[in-house]
């Protein structure tokens, strides 16, 4: 399996501009997540879904925000309009919820990140 | 709520031990421990669920007390390239189930010297 694909890995955008990030999860993954890490706060948790379903977006800092999960193998977090303080490494990362822990359930595969600049 | 991590650095020479500590104010499920290095992605090194069952990596060890919601990561006769931060992510206890949903402490940041 290639992991956990995002897309793209850098996006340099100017204030108030679209952006989209896309993530690709391991297939047979159930679940998917999206985090986003700063220095000032961390790895931050953002949304994530199971089964395609939205279970929690508590995370998702306002409106500008948003994220979706067609099917299975496809998820985009969209911000519109970007503003400077969203500049941050976006992770998307996979999991498979059932199971046992031997076999390897809920632990996270992450992707390489998206790093996002907004000007 | 954020899990408190401690120390938060810590500066080894090879072949040293180092123990990194991982506290929440919740009833936990499980506690999850990664190491990133700088320009990476966060991988996954063990896991701990209430209860005792755990998995993780071969040189690597952690306990988990839950009556104290404590996890503590042993690294042991440690390498050059267990140099990176260390996270830890904590579960609450949802009924057993909480598919996946870490909340992340801040990290430890690890260096090993030759």
């Known amino acids: 399996d290639a992991g956990v694909i995002q897309s793209p890995r850098h996006e340099v955008t100017e204030m108030g501009q679209e952006v989209t990030l896309r993530c690709k999860p391991i297939?047979?993954?159930?679940?998917l997540f999206w985090y986003r890490q700063t220095m000032m706060r961390g790895l931050e948790l953002l949304i994530y879904f199971n089964n395609n379903v939205p279970i929690d977006d508590s995370g998702m800092p306002e409106d500008r925000f948003s994220a979706k999960m067609p099917n299975a193998s496809f998820s985009t977090l969209k911000i519109q309009p970007s503003e400077p303080r969203d500049s941050a490494v976006y992770f998307c990362?996979?999991?498979?919820?059932?199971?046992?822990?031997?076999?390897?359930?809920?632990?996270?595969?992450f992707g390489a990140g998206s790093r996002l600049t907004v000007l | 709520q954020q899990p408190v991590q401690s120390p938060q650095a810590v500066i080894l020479r090879e072949g040293e031990d180092a123990v990194i500590n991982c506290s929440s104010s919740k009833a936990l499920y499980s506690v999850h421990w990664y190491r990133q290095k700088h320009g990476e992605a966060p991988v996954f090194l063990m896991i701990l669920l209430k209860g005792g069952e755990q998995k993780g990596h071969e040189k690597i060890s952690a306990s988990f007390n839950e009556k104290k919601q404590q996890s503590s990561l042993y690294l042991t006769a440690s390498q050059l390239s267990y140099s990176g931060t260390y996270f830890c992510?904590?579960?609450?206890?949802?009924?057993?189930?909480?598919?996946?949903?870490?909340?992340f402490g801040q990290g430890t940041i690890l260096t090993v010297h030759p």
């Open positions: 297939s047979g993954h159930n679940s």
């Open positions: 992510g904590t579960a609450p206890n949802a009924g057993g189930t909480s598919y996946g949903k870490l909340t």
């Open positions: 990362a996979s999991s498979l919820t059932t199971g046992t822990v031997i076999s390897g359930a809920n632990v996270l595969t």
